[in-house]
């Protein structure tokens, strides 16, 4: 089982960019993605996961309306697209297996991939 972020980079604020978690060794839609980010200084953090099926989606409040994750099962990948980038925003960020609940728990996730930097200027 392995995770690999990518498509991290530099962004403007008010930018957008996707990341991408490519799945090997199992096939992502019969498991629970999460993805988590990192800020300098901070603690990791959920920020959004999709469940086993499609209709399972959260996303913390910080990113909602601004960030999509979704699922290509051709392409055995999981995407988070982002939308209208913050300074804040930037940060390492993590995709995971899981399971995917309201409040996207770091706890409840395991495998986790590398992660890929994300970085915005204002």
């Known amino acids: 089982v392995q995770l690999q972020a990518s498509g991290g980079g530099l962004v403007q604020a008010g930018g957008s960019l996707r990341l991408s978690c490519a799945a090997s060794g199992f096939d992502v839609s019969s498991v629970a993605i999460g993805w988590f980010r990192q800020g300098p200084g901070k603690e990791r953090e959920g920020v959004s996961c999709?469940?086993?099926?499609?209709?399972?989606?959260y996303y913390k409040d910080f990113v909602k309306g601004r960030f999509t994750i979704s699922r290509d099962k051709a392409r055995n990948t999981v995407y988070l697209q982002m939308n209208d980038l913050k300074p804040e925003d930037a940060a390492v960020y993590y995709c995971?297996?899981?399971?995917?609940?309201?409040?996207?728990?770091?706890?409840?996730?395991?495998?986790w991939g590398q992660g890929t930097q994300l970085t915005v200027s204002s």
């Open positions: 999709i469940g086993t099926t499609d209709s399972t989606i």
């Open positions: 995971a297996t899981g399971a995917c609940t309201y409040n996207i728990r770091q706890i409840l996730f395991g495998s």
